[in-house]
């Protein structure tokens, strides 16, 4: 239980957080930490053993909390997408579709099996029948392929990060990645032993199962905040460079420059732009030769621009 906690204590501020982050911006993976934050929220025991009975009292805070959960890793992988630049029309209907079926799966499964009353081990208590293998190897697989493509995902970006930050939420994000589908092969293994009649081979399971899904949570978790902080990071350093590039122009926009007539702007990168095309013009009519220094500062203004 201190385990289930400390990821619902992570993701809680981690959604908090990203809310507060990625104001004004898209936010895809704050929605995807608020997600997997409900899951993990709802399955910490006293939690669960007081809110089930509320809603019927056979467990359908389970199915809840697992579609939650479905969802969450929907979002994660078209955010993470989203964040290095490789979302896709193709990518987003193929989440969608197989999101739906998932789900519809999950749920006529958990419908025709014979439910324990509130339990807190579910599976352990519910795992003979088939309709329960077929409703956790569902989402498991689903579960474990959507971290696998977004560990892929990450794998295929690594170059592009822009800082540490980045790069070190990208690594993270492909550890998540990997313990998702080592979890994915765990759990079809013990879902398949305990249909079977081999309770052997679930206990030595055990402990791989129970290293993987908080490792795969925390993993994916802190990834996704790094990525965004990361991300923030960058732009606050790019807008820098703006600023003090501008501020490093004023002299000679002042001696040279032309007045384009330009619409005002709070945004620093046009007002960088417009200096930069009324100091080439004003050169240019006046025909002055610019010393080194202000064609180095021009460059850099350039530059900085670019990176934007």
């Keep these: 239980m201190i385990v289930s906690v400390v990821q619902a204590l992570l993701l809680v501020a981690g959604t908090i957080t990203l809310l507060v982050l990625q104001r004004r911006q898209d936010r895809t993976l704050a929605v995807t930490f608020l997600l997997f934050a409900a899951t993990i929220v709802t399955n910490v025991d006293p939690l669960y053993r007081w809110l089930d009975p509320l809603v019927g009292g056979f467990n359908l805070v389970t199915v809840v909390s697992d579609c939650l959960m479905v969802a969450g890793t929907s979002t994660l992988l078209w955010g993470v997408a989203k964040a290095v630049g490789a979302d896709r029309r193709w990518l987003r209907n193929a989440i969608v579709v197989a999101f739906v079926v998932v789900g519809v799966v ?3 499964a958990f419908t025709v099996l014979d439910k324990p009353p509130t339990t807190t081990t579910f599976m352990l208590d519910a795992g003979q029948h088939p309709a329960a293998v077929v409703y956790s190897i569902a989402q498991t697989v689903y579960l474990g392929v959507a971290l696998g493509a977004t560990g892929t995902i990450c794998v295929l970006h690594l170059r592009e990060a822009r800082t540490t930050t980045d790069l070190v939420g990208l690594g993270v994000l492909v550890l998540g990645g990997v313990l998702g589908v080592v979890r994915m092969v765990v ?4 879902d398949l032993a305990h249909v079977l ?17 908080p490792g795969a949570v925390i993993c994916v978790s802190s990834g996704m905040l790094l990525l965004v902080i990361g991300h923030q990071v960058s732009r606050r350093r790019r807008s ?23 619409p005002s702007s709070d945004d620093p990168a046009t007002r960088l732009s417009r200096v930069i095309v009324e100091i080439n013009d004003g050169a240019r009519r006046s025909r002055r030769t610019l010393s080194d220094a202000e064609r180095a500062a021009l460059t850099e203004a350039e530059s900085a621009l670019e990176s934007v």
């Design 187 to 190: 759990v079809v293994v013990m």
């Design 240 to 262: 820098r460079r703006v600023e003090r590039a501008l501020h490093r122009l004023t002299p000679l926009h002042e001696r040279v420059g032309t007045d384009n007539d330009y």
């Design 106 to 108: 999950v749920i006529v």
């Design 197 to 213: 009649g081999s309770p052997a081979t679930t206990r030595a399971l055990s402990l791989p199962y129970d290293v993987t899904t």
